[in-house]
């Protein structure tokens, strides 16, 4: 007993020198409301362990190791806190003051970490852990019981009246430990009965949590025999909607066995969440120094005479265990700028750069993505038969609402959603996927009388992935046979519907002018790595590693980059005269409102992938001359006349080629600025309102 007096009198202490003694009385100030006759008043006291147990290492050991004793020790305190100053005269007994100890954070050691790979969970004591992980499913908000006030049923026993039984809620404890109809007195053994107008109620919500590494099951790495478990985690009053489908939180919890007859399952009661950000968030793959490898810092210099050298040396030599140097140039740019404008660390940031290849080979522009997605810090490889946004089950845990399960593009936040061949893809999959593209959102339709609700629920989600996706351009389309009016420039989509490649930012037809010496030279390349497998095919000077892009592209996602003038010009020039031109054609508006946004992207993109941190004109250019071919295709030529793979005119095999290339865009450049002097002679002056 004295033991406890003093741990008592260490609260007290902790309490009056951190100042939540006068947090407890700015606290009680809204419960004196008139109107307010509540069982159980609820107080949120932050915990430091580290000062606890700086104070009194007994404390500290008693919060960390048996926080229910930390927390009826806290009550106490509180209680006569409460009615030594006065501050709540509506509280009668100690059993009305419910304290919530709200950790700061726990020891850094392994016996308050709880690793969600581990498996069996559920063996060790019940005291707080931390844990990381992945946010992949949530239930709605609904209500549970706080506390309750139980009055005796038999009128002469002194618990008929006043607050002698306050049943509160508990870590792990169901609906039913808190509320039902068999509660006896203590005192006489009556039956209890609830005064249901001093009933408390609060806000829970379910969401489970998985280990980040099961994320690589789904992205490209060959199938093992590892299993990874979710942990369900029980959010509660000002923690609900603290977390979001696809994000990564870090979470200081107590584990609770919940009892639902005749099973025993084991949860999560969150304490406290923090949005996390793993390490190989910015050290991705990273080298000791935290800088692109020396292959391509000697390139950068080797390239500094021209803006545009480096991203056309590093886009043609991408894939090379897949592709040959040389092929596909203009698709590996794409999904380079993609990759760039990756934001797994901030979603909220991502520019979402959405890519549609068009081939006659789908097998090997497959390999490319699959091969360009393994870079990705995060990145989902969606299969045709899952589900691409959510999907609905009914609670496992006894709350009896809807379970919303993300699905590839939410699992994909901030990273990459690999679609594959959208041949395979049914069309309401297609028709979900345009919408998506269109709004960025997706909405989950609840059943109401399916899930024990009134009405039907619509629940949004934000969508903030890039997706990749590719097409058979040669396969049979849904749409009737061109006629002789077909506009100059335009191609088949094959089964994509002309809505949907709408909605992609960048449409890329993949055609090798080469023929059959491209065909030859895949070929050989695939052959060469069956025969030689782990050997360099290339010489050491034409030779990047899949290391080194790796470094790259993680030194890129973080550079901080902003408009030049000049850039800001002939985006929004090439903007407004695009839209005169298009919507003078007779054909309606081709250029969209979301198209300024994907030009800024691009452009931004391409600054980055070449370590600059201002965008120049010439990033612009390569915007323009991406967006131009890609509206070319959907919708055909216009005044502006580019040639088809405007970005990579000619073949890199030497240095001469690559100034055969710079002349080419200088010349490009000088058309752009035509066009926009042309058509929209004010773009210098007008960055206006429909951004």
Not at 249 to 268: D, M, Q
Not at 327 to 336: A, F, P, V
Not at 511 to 536: C, D, F, M, N, S
Not at 656 to 670: G, K, N
Request: charged share 20%.
């Amino acid at each position: 007993m004295e033991d406890f007096f003093l741990l008592k009198e260490s609260v007290l202490s902790f309490l009056d020198r951190s100042g939540a003694l006068l947090q407890l009385a700015e606290d009680c100030k809204p419960f004196n409301d008139i109107q307010r006759n509540e069982a159980v008043y609820r107080f949120c006291i932050r915990v430091n362990p580290s000062d606890l147990i700086e104070l009194d290492p007994r404390l500290g050991d008693c919060v960390l190791n048996d926080p229910l004793k930390a927390t009826a020790l806290f009550q106490s305190v509180c209680f006569l806190s409460i009615k030594t100053l006065s501050l709540i005269e509506k509280i009668h007994t100690e059993s009305q003051v419910n304290v919530i100890l709200k950790f700061t954070h726990l020891p850094p050691f392994p016996e308050y970490t709880l690793d969600l790979c581990e498996f069996p969970c559920g063996y060790g004591p019940m005291r707080p852990v931390a844990m990381e992980g992945l946010a992949i499913a949530m239930t709605r908000v609904s209500k549970y019981t706080q506390g309750a006030r139980f009055l005796c049923s038999e009128e002469d026993c002194p618990c008929s009246t006043g607050f002698h039984h306050i049943r509160v809620h508990a870590p792990g404890a169901t609906e039913s430990a808190t509320v039902r109809s068999d509660f006896s007195c203590l005192l006489c053994s009556s039956h209890l009965k609830e005064d249901i107008k001093f009933r408390v109620l609060g806000d829970k919500q379910l969401v489970e949590l998985i280990h980040v590494k099961a994320l690589d099951v789904l992205k490209v790495h060959s199938p093992s025999a590892l299993r990874y478990q979710s942990v369900t985690l029980f959010l509660r009053d000002e923690l609900c909607n603290s977390m979001r489908i696809g994000r990564l939180y870090r979470v200081l919890g107590i584990p609770a066995h919940v009892h639902h007859w005749p099973n025993v399952t084991w949860s999560v009661e969150a304490n406290s969440v923090q949005p996390w950000e793993p390490e190989r968030t910015y050290m991705h793959a990273y080298n000791d120094t935290g800088t692109i490898s020396s292959n391509f810092q000697a390139l950068l210099t080797a390239t500094a005479c021209s803006p545009w050298r480096f991203s056309a040396i590093v886009a043609n030599m991408f894939g090379s265990p897949v592709v040959p140097p040389g092929l596909y140039s203009t698709l590996k740019l794409g999904l380079l700028l993609s990759l760039v404008q990756c934001r797994e660390d901030n979603p909220d940031s991502l520019h979402c750069l959405d890519l549609l290849a068009l081939t006659t080979d789908t097998l090997i522009l497959e390999r490319l993505m699959t091969y360009s997605l393994g870079l990705a810090g995060r990145g989902v490889r969606h299969p045709a038969t899952g589900e691409m946004f959510a999907s609905l089950s009914r609670d496992e845990h006894g709350a009896g609402t809807a379970n919303i399960h993300a699905g590839s593009a939410l699992l994909a936040t901030g990273g990459v959603c690999m679609l594959g061949d959208l041949g395979h893809h049914k069309k309401d999959k297609m028709d979900a996927l345009q919408s998506a593209l269109e709004s960025r959102t997706v909405s989950v339709i609840i059943p109401g009388k399916k899930y024990g609700e009134d009405a039907d629920q619509q629940i949004s989600f934000p969508v903030q992935c890039s997706f990749w996706a590719l097409a058979d351009s040669t396969a049979p389309s849904n749409k009737t046979t061109r006629t002789d009016s077909t506009v100059l420039g335009t191609v088949d989509m094959g089964p994509v519907p002309a809505q949907l490649a709408e909605a992609f930012g960048l449409v890329i037809l993949c055609r090798e002018a080469g023929g059959k010496q491209a065909l030859l030279a895949q070929t050989v390349h695939t052959l060469r790595q069956a025969v030689q497998p782990g050997e360099p095919l290339y010489p050491s000077c034409m030779q990047f590693t899949t290391q080194d892009y790796k470094e790259l592209l993680a030194h890129t996602q973080r550079i901080q980059t902003e408009l030049s003038p000049g850039a800001e010009m002939m985006i929004h020039g090439y903007y407004m005269a695009s839209r005169r031109v298009r919507s003078d054609s007779g054909h309606g508006a081709k250029v969209s409102v979301a198209s300024i946004k994907l030009l800024i992207s691009l452009a931004e993109a391409h600054s980055k992938l070449c370590l600059r941190s201002t965008v120049l004109e010439e990033d612009a250019v390569i915007a323009v001359l991406l967006c131009e071919n890609s509206i070319t295709l959907r919708h055909g030529a216009s005044a502006l006349v580019i040639p088809p793979d405007a970005a990579f005119p000619c073949d890199l095999c030497d240095l001469e080629a690559l100034h055969r290339r710079d002349l080419i865009l200088e010349q490009l450049q000088q058309s752009i600025l035509h066009f926009v002097y042309a058509y929209a002679p004010g773009a210098a002056s007008y960055i206006t309102e429909e951004e």
